[in-house]
């Protein structure tokens, strides 16, 4: 049988792999979108995308378990389709998980589309190039390092989500049970070394992870003089 802890992380990991790949997704054309638009709901717009920054996660987790049940539309719909219930599955955590995510990957690729400019863009049409072609020969190149740290920060915050997986996906072993809630129970149980354990390596894990993004994220002359350094 295998480890639960090993098993937890092995959960976490896809969950947190596959939120990442759902909000690069469908954050991409979100945050194109944001930087783009002038009409005066735009500020309303960001503010939604940005309201999992502040708001709790058991409130979100709440109003999830509620819309997942049977006995509301979003969850019929999926028991309709798949023959499954939605509320306490991976499908269920993962769906938490893109949105309480999303402005960790949206904020980021905005930011960086609104420093872009339109010249290039423009320069790239005059030469024939549709759309896709643009993006992906002068867009996607100039905001790579961006594209790098919002799926890094999507992944990491995901990894460590805890209020909305408790709340619509439980503790279920194999299914929904992921490192911080493996914690949780430790701790609860006074097993403090295990609970030493995984809290060393997510520590560890979430500082390299951040160490990465400000590296990308220092410009290449101080990179050439930590190198020679």
Same mark, same amino acid.
């Given at each position: ?77 999926? %028991?309709?389709?798949?023959?499954? %219930?939605? $509320? ?21 690729? %905005?930011?960086?589309?609104? %420093? ?13 190039? +549709? ?13 790579? $390092? ?13 990894? #460590?989500?805890? #209020?909305?997986?408790?709340?619509? +996906? #439980? ?10 809630? $493996? ?47």
């Amino acid at each position: 049988m295998m480890n639960p802890d090993l098993q937890a992380l092995i959960t976490t990991l896809q969950m947190a792999g596959l939120t990442t790949v759902i909000l690069l997704i469908i954050g991409t054309p979100l945050a194109w979108y944001l930087a783009k638009m002038t009409s005066q709901f735009k500020v309303l717009l960001e503010a939604i995308v940005a309201l999992p920054l502040v708001l709790p996660p058991t409130v979100l987790g709440f109003y999830l378990l509620i819309a997942f049940s049977p006995e509301h539309l979003p969850g019929q719909l999926w %028991q309709q389709a798949t023959g499954q %219930q939605l $509320a306490f599955s991976f499908s269920a955590i993962v769906i938490g998980s893109v949105l309480y995510s999303l402005p960790f990957v949206v904020q980021p690729l %905005q930011k960086a589309f609104e %420093q872009l400019g339109d010249s290039l863009l423009e320069a790239g049409s005059l030469l024939g190039a +549709g759309p896709i072609d643009r993006f992906f020969t002068i867009v996607f190149p100039l905001t790579k $390092a961006s594209f790098i740290t919002a799926a890094t920060l999507g992944f990491a915050h995901t990894v #460590g989500e805890f #209020g909305v997986i408790l709340m619509i +996906g #439980g503790n279920i072993p194999g299914e929904t049970r992921v490192l911080s809630i $493996a914690l949780f129970d430790h701790v609860e149980a006074f097993d403090y070394a295990r609970a030493h354990i995984l809290s060393i390596g997510l520590l560890i894990g979430s500082m390299l992870l951040l160490a990465a993004i400000y590296w990308l994220n220092l410009p290449k002359k101080a990179k050439r003089k930590s190198r020679v350094n």
